[in-house]
């Protein structure tokens, strides 16, 4: 049965969990061995529909599209296995934080998730469901950012009641968010967020400015590079990745990357000394498709039969990983170029690109190879093989360096792919290799033209100081 309104009651306290699904754990780097809270004031309750504000002056206002329980019936010193009993349902939630403000109260987020409006709940309340099977999907203009389902969850909904009440009362009205997914991120004005409780219905809101500026006295807005990479969702730094934004191309470059062969930019690189750069044995499943993007590492091991009875069943490395894809990420996989099984197939694949991938590279065997003909995502692949993975794999870990058809790739890498084959850039290098590949095509197609024209290739390939000044006379001129 679904509720009217929201709440019946407005909550005493709202209680929210710090990290409670793997896929979040495994972003932020630690795994908890036992829940962690804080709390966010009555105040910042909200609805579906009223705009979210950000601050003047801040910059890093971050979504957590989460799944609300609301408290029922009174819950103190409750046994784990009767929790549940105490719980009215199941509600959407957002646990809204301005990261600026991350440094003022370290712990309790007081100021950073405790503003008026920073926890929207709603619409409904779901009150005849299994709470082992709900699925929260979260929307950011209309893209899906967060999929997740309650069986991914480190410590259910009965343990953190439990857990809760064995040292403090629970009351009617309360309301515990219980986690967010992976796939946290900033949003802007105009933004639009909504969170979906499956069966529920959507929690609407867009965020606004505020007009208005900060008062000066108290603490002001305040941003490093590791609040930066945890607001984005990429603060699990390590060799492989500190540093680096989640997302390193703009949309100029982008465009740049997309419109010069991976030649071009082979060329380009040769040229600033990276000779070892080109993936190779791969081809493309779809020719037809370009692929820029940036690295989203996985590695496999070789078999052995005793850790994979360990860790290679149920979720995964594998599965993780293509859980925890962002928008414009490329999964590249580690297979060390054996083709004696399939690394990836076509169900993983598609779950990837519904998740806003831009593409796959596996110097291994692809499964389901003939579906990829129609599944519009960029692959390249070593082979075709019907196998699974645990015929020659153990999927180990992911977000760490890899070699990928005998070229490294670090996390964060930006991957450009043509019907030719895969380029591996450098994150700092990519926006200068991309306006210079871009000026490189221009500078050939004139060349091209001249010597379709019937010209010599003498003194024109490369170009002497005359044909560089017909050259530059007429790119002016256009």
């Known amino acids: 049965m679904m509720l009217d309104h929201p709440l ?22 630690r795994t908890p061995a036992v829940p962690s809270y804080f709390l966010k004031p009555s105040s910042s309750l909200s609805w579906s529909g009223r705009p979210v504000v950000r601050p003047h002056g801040c910059d890093l206002l971050a979504f957590e599209g989460e799944i609300a329980l609301v408290i029922g019936e009174r819950a103190h010193r409750v046994p784990v296995e009767r929790a549940l009993e105490h719980v009215a349902g ?18 309790s987020n007081l100021r950073a998730k405790g503003q008026d409006g920073y926890t929207p709940v709603g619409p409904a309340v779901l009150t005849d469901v299994d709470p082992a099977k709900l699925r929260l999907r979260t ?24 857990d809760l009440s064995r040292l403090m009362t629970l009351e009617p009205g309360d309301l515990i968010l219980t986690g967010t997914p992976t796939g946290s991120t900033v949003v802007r004005p105009g933004d639009v967020v909504e969170v979906e409780l499956e069966g529920a219905g959507r929690l609407r809101n867009e965020i606004v400015a505020d007009p208005g500026e900060l008062a000066a006295y108290g603490v002001q807005p305040k941003v490093s590079e590791e609040t930066r990479a945890a607001a984005y969702g990429t603060a699990h730094s390590s060799a492989s990745d500190s540093g680096r934004p989640p997302h390193p191309l703009d949309e100029q470059t982008v465009t740049a990357l997309r419109s010069v062969s991976t030649a071009t930019l082979s060329s380009q690189l040769r040229k600033r000394g990276i000779d070892h750069h080109f993936i190779e044995g791969v081809r493309p499943a779809r020719p037809d498709l370009r692929m820029v993007g940036v690295a989203r590492t996985l590695r496999y091991l070789p078999l052995r039969e005793d850790v994979f009875a360990e860790i290679g069943g149920g979720m995964n490395a594998q599965k993780r990983t293509v859980e925890e894809i962002r928008p414009g990420e490329i999964l590249v996989i580690e297979a060390r170029g054996e083709h004696g099984a399939g690394t990836i197939g076509d169900i993983l694949a598609l779950r990837a690109l519904r998740r806003g991938a831009a593409g796959v ?108 000044e017909t050259y530059e006379s007429r790119r002016d001129a256009r």
């Open 90 to 107: 199941y509600t959407a939630a957002n646990d809204f934080g301005v990261y600026d403000f991350k440094h003022a109260d370290l712990g």
């Open 361 to 468: 590279i596996t110097d291994g065997g692809l499964r389901d190879s003939p579906s990829f003909s129609g599944l519009d995502l960029p692959v390249y692949f070593g082979a075709p093989h019907a196998a699974v993975l645990g015929r020659r794999h153990v999927p180990m870990d992911s977000q760490v360096p890899v070699a990928c058809g005998g070229v490294l790739v670090m996390p964060g890498d930006v991957l450009v792919g043509d019907a030719e084959g895969v380029v591996v850039i450098p994150p700092g290098l990519a926006a200068e290799v991309a306006r210079d590949a871009a000026r490189q095509e221009d500078e050939e197609r004139f060349i091209y033209e001249r010597v379709n024209e019937g010209a010599s290739i003498d003194g024109l390939y490369p170009m002497n100081k005359a044909w560089r």
């Open 8 to 29: 019946g009651l407005a909550p005493g306290k709202i209680i929210a969990v710090h990290l409670n699904y793997r896929s979040r754990a495994a972003e932020r780097g």
């Open 139 to 162: 929307y950011v203009n209309g893209q899906l950012v967060q999929d997740a389902g309650t069986d991914e969850l480190l410590f259910g909904f009965d343990l953190l009641i439990a």
